[in-house]
């Protein structure tokens, strides 16, 4: 078996299951309560670490793979035109299915229903799958940024992965919350955490047969996973931080940690795997 489709099924199942642990962590009570308060420091985390990634690796990839293609035509600047554009078309393909698609939710927002109170839901349960609907691109999306990246380079790859994973829990148990505040039952957080987890693997899976099979070129998909991965870590998360976060000097050194922690992380394998 391809060792790089055992490497992105790996990811894979680990990035959906962070979907599915972070749901988890609302039963019982108490559990949720002493999560909740940590979750806005590991958002700032991901999202330093996601902005990191992708203007220090995503980025200069993708430009090097639009030079290494060789329009004999292109000079200077115009032979990053392309590549822009299509970062422009993930970034605003975000904006599009998040603002129009399904409303905006914000991220670890305090929407937490008690078993016993199912019957006071305080959003509709139209409201909260709509949100859950619009979120599913958002996750099949993840995937796909993970299997370019890893398709194009192992080290990139590992780096996006790490991005996507610091994300996932805080995601698992929005979404979970959303859902359990508008009335619905254990079984249904975790049939809707487990969803999400779903569309990236799929996400995952499916661009790796997309790329091998069908001749899908990483060098339009990477630019425009580019484009989304930066959309969520500036449009999102850190919006998410500073609203959450306020004027705490936790947060926003939580926020410079995750993008030491990229640094720490792409020190570690440059020495590691080279190049």
């Not at 392309?82 to 305090?110: D, K, S, W």
């Not at 790329?211 to 998909?221: E, R």
Request: charged fraction near 10%; charge should be negative.
């Amino acid at each position: 078996m391809d060792t790089i489709f055992v490497q992105l099924l790996i990811f894979g199942i680990l990035a959906a299951s962070a979907n599915v642990l972070g749901g988890l962590t609302l039963f019982p009570a108490s559990l949720h309560r002493k999560y909740k308060q940590y979750l806005k420091h590991l958002l700032a985390i991901g999202a330093g670490f996601m902005l990191a990634v992708t203007i220090i690796e995503i980025l200069p990839k993708s430009i090097e793979l639009w030079t290494e293609k060789g329009e004999g035509h292109s000079h200077g600047s115009e032979q990053y035109f392309v590549p822009m554009i299509l970062l422009l078309g993930g970034y605003l393909l975000t904006q599009i299915v998040e603002h129009t698609i399904a409303p905006h939710f914000h991220l670890g927002e305090e929407m937490h229903c008690d078993d016993h109170d199912h019957e006071h839901a305080l959003i509709s349960s139209r409201t909260a799958y709509t949100a859950v609907a619009g979120l599913l691109v958002h996750t099949f999306f993840d995937g796909v940024t993970i299997a370019a990246a890893a398709m194009i380079d192992a080290k990139v790859g590992l780096l996006v992965f790490v991005a996507v994973l610091l994300h996932k829990f805080p995601e698992g148990f929005t979404v979970g919350s959303m859902v359990m505040a508008a009335g619905k039952s254990r079984t249904q957080v975790l049939t809707v955490t487990a969803l999400l987890g779903l569309t990236t693997f799929l996400g995952v899976v499916l661009y790796y047969f997309a790329g091998t099979s069908l001749g899908v070129s990483t060098a339009y998909a990477l630019p425009i996973a580019g484009g989304v991965t930066l959309y969520v870590a500036a449009s999102d998360l850190i919006p998410e931080v500073n609203h959450h976060g306020g004027n705490n000097v936790v947060t926003t050194i939580s926020l410079a940690f995750g993008v030491g922690l990229f640094f720490a992380a792409h020190l570690i394998l440059h020495e590691t795997l080279g190049h």
